[in-house]
């Protein structure tokens, strides 16, 4: 006696779902967008380092640090930290993000911890040449 599987019904199963949860995954990532506080920062490449001046959103106005290639920083929005010292206070005039700055040997290298929608930036930065970013990622310096 043969038996005849039946894969009809299992697959179906399985495209219900998957349509299902297409509109929930993108309510979820809409709706993280929707909490993103705002920062702008203008980041420059100098001789020695980097130097960051915040136009909105956080509780410094300049920054300005020394880096070998390749080392990364973090900053939040109180300046520069340490990622097992990151603060815990929150305030609500600031917006609330974690990122680590590499100065690479063309560029710079983010990456995005908390607070941010790109999770990686990576853009070439000419020695004293600026570069504004913000919560969504690269933007205009005006």
Do not use: C, H
């Not at 894969?7 to 219900?16: D, W």
């Amino acid at each position: 006696m043969k038996t005849k599987l039946n894969f009809r019904k299992p697959f179906s199963t399985m495209i219900m779902f998957l349509l299902f949860l297409t509109p929930i995954s993108e309510f979820l990532a809409q709706e993280k967008m929707d909490k993103l506080k705002e920062f702008k920062i203008i980041v420059e490449k100098t001789d020695n380092g980097i130097k960051m001046k915040s136009e909105k959103g956080s509780a410094w106005i300049d920054l300005s640090f020394s880096l070998n290639n390749y080392r990364p920083q973090p900053v939040d929005e109180y300046g520069m930290t340490e990622l097992k010292n990151v603060s815990k206070k929150k305030d609500e005039n600031l917006a609330d993000f974690l990122f680590t700055i590499t100065k690479s040997e063309n560029g710079i290298e983010l990456k995005g911890i908390e607070g941010t929608a790109w999770t990686e930036l990576k853009f070439s930065l000419a020695e004293n040449k600026k570069q504004a970013i913000n919560q969504f990622g690269m933007t205009s310096l005006n």
